[in-house]
């Protein structure tokens, strides 16, 4: 079984950075794409971004580009997202997910983090 475990997140002021960490259990991990997802309150979950398996591609929710950042470190089974000049409108839990095999599917995903940005 896959476990997804997310840390990092917190209370941070606005214009401020954090940087989220996935670790990712499973021998496999550098064939797993991952990604990162959000759920602001009262809304649905959205995509903020992905990255392949060996890390050479990534993307970004158009929204996000230039802010937010994803990488990966296959040694440690490890991702990361990190945020930066965060804003209130960022606020929200969270999650990392790992999709096996091609296609858009997510298989598997962590109980969340949560980020609140204060004005």
């Known amino acids: 079984q896959v476990q997804l475990v997310e840390s990092g997140g917190g209370l941070v002021q606005a214009g401020g950075s954090l940087r989220l960490s996935c670790a990712v259990s499973g021998r496999t991990f550098s064939s797993y794409r991952m990604a990162w997802f959000r759920q602001a309150p009262g809304k649905e979950r959205e995509f903020v971004a992905a990255i392949s398996g060996s890390g050479g591609s990534t993307n970004y929710a158009d929204s996000l580009k230039g802010r937010f950042a994803i990488s990966r470190d296959n040694a440690k089974k490890t991702v990361y997202l990190q945020m930066n000049s965060l804003q209130p409108v960022d606020t929200a839990d969270y999650y990392c997910?790992?999709?096996?095999?091609?296609?858009?599917?997510?298989?598997?995903w962590g109980q969340g983090t949560q980020v609140t940005v204060s004005s």
């Open positions: 997910a790992a999709g096996v095999g091609t296609g858009s599917a997510y298989h598997y």
